[in-house]
């Protein structure tokens, strides 16, 4: 089971930002390259007021900052020039949606992913999207979110391929700003399988790929979940993947790169549950050779011994 994609995190409220600038991205995409990474996902267009690019329909209606550089655009061509695959992430306004107000985030996005896709999507690398908005249950009106935005970011693009990446609602389900990093308990399997099994079937046709963040159950419980998470996509016709987090949820420390160890045990979990591929949230901060972690290196080169066979 190799990582074929990573996300981007350029749009971050938790991780520490490294300032990089085109000469430190353009490099980055290398390492990704000699990984095999052949897929990277922006996490968020915008987040906020915080932006990746200068988005009209969100500095009108939502007084966004411009931003400095347009990231979307350097990745769209650094994507171009190392051969890989882009996907778009949507805006997540971090209160509307969260608030129970699901309609206006869906109408904010609608119009961001027209006024992405007039405005990049002659670009040769763009060919996804990612629907940003995370969840771990079925909670409001977050069927409808889904194959709303599936659906018009479909639309607009000719069937390009669309992403999500939920998260189970585990034992390290926690906050990153709280102390504990575990709570006492967590959802059933049975649970979990029946309220996704609603959903994925509300999204049938809006939802191309189903990517669950593997760090929030725990290792003795992570191949049956994965098992059920597969089980579930083939169910309903989506394509399995999984979305191995490169950090650690075990630590205190909220986020250091995580122990090659635990990473070679969820990779092999997954391919054990029959996954199709995985990716990774995320690599430039916890796997690349430049991190600001130094730790992330180290990561970088047992996986590619992994990667040759030679790990140990």
Not at 256 to 273: D, F, Q, R, S, T
Not at 284 to 307: D, I, T, V
Request: contains cysteine.
């Amino acid at each position: 089971m190799q990582i074929r994609g990573t996300f981007l995190d350029e749009i971050s409220h938790d991780i520490p930002h490294q300032n990089w600038g085109r000469e430190e991205w353009d490099r980055d995409f290398g390492f990704m390259k000699a990984a095999g990474i052949d897929t990277v996902i922006m996490i968020r267009g915008g987040y906020g007021k915080w932006l990746t690019w200068p988005s009209a329909v969100l500095m009108e209606r939502e007084g966004a900052w411009r931003p400095s550089t347009d990231l979307l655009e350097m990745f769209l061509e650094l994507s171009g020039k190392h051969g890989m695959a882009f996907y778009f992430g949507l805006y997540d306004s971090g209160k509307y949606w969260v608030a129970g107000d699901y309609q206006k985030e869906a109408d904010l996005n609608r119009a961001v992913i027209d006024e992405v896709w007039a405005r990049y999507g002659h670009m040769p690398a763009f060919k996804g999207w990612y629907l940003s908005q995370e969840c771990s249950r079925k909670a409001g009106s977050i069927i409808e979110l889904y194959a709303g935005l599936g659906h018009h970011c479909k639309g607009v693009s000719g069937n390009l391929t669309t992403l999500i990446s939920p998260y189970i609602d585990g034992i390290k389900n926690v906050s990153q700003y709280a102390a504990a990093t575990s709570k006492t308990q967590g959802v059933s399997l049975q649970e979990h399988e029946t309220e996704w099994n609603e959903i994925l079937d509300g999204i049938k046709g809006a939802i191309d790929v189903l990517a669950f963040q593997d760090g929030h159950v725990a290792f003795d419980e992570l191949e049956e979940f994965l098992a059920v998470n597969k089980r579930l996509a083939d169910r309903h016709g989506i394509r399995s993947w999984t979305n191995t987090e490169s950090f650690d949820r075990d630590m205190p420390i909220k986020f250091m790169p995580i122990k090659w160890e635990k990473l070679w045990m969820k990779l092999e979990a997954a391919a054990k549950a029959g996954m199709e591929q995985a990716i990774t949230f995320e690599f430039s901060h916890f796997m690349s050779p430049q991190s600001a972690y130094l730790q992330a290196g180290h990561l970088y080169n047992r996986y590619l011994e992994y990667m040759k066979g030679t790990a140990r």
